[in-house]
């Protein structure tokens, strides 16, 4: 499970995922809208995780009328090991599919 072939190829899903994620916050506008998809997913998921009852995510505990709820310390901290280990079970899934026998 953390052998080092998983935990490169971890390394290069998220690297691969960082370089999607820069033209949203740096690149021209024209790439904007396309890699802004690649950071709303993940940020956006965390609102499905509060409707499933999953408490302590969403300051006012989701209540902030019109508004957009910030997330929670708690919040931020589920939302980054949740996906990050999803991307750890894909990489051990490309490292077992992968594997030299």
Request: with cysteine; hydrophobic share 60%.
């Amino acid at each position: 499970m953390l052998q080092p072939r998983t935990l490169k190829i971890l390394a290069a899903l998220l690297a691969g995922y960082l370089v999607l994620l820069i033209p949203a916050y740096l690149g021209p506008s024209f790439l904007e809208a396309m890699s802004s998809y690649a950071v709303m997913v993940p940020f956006l998921s965390i609102y499905l995780f509060h409707k499933l009852g999953i408490p302590g995510l969403l300051e006012h505990g989701g209540a902030c009328g019109w508004g957009w709820c910030a997330l929670t310390a708690f919040g931020w901290t589920f939302l980054a090991l949740f996906w990050i280990g999803i991307a750890w079970l894909v990489a051990w899934g490309l490292a077992r599919l992968t594997v030299r026998s």
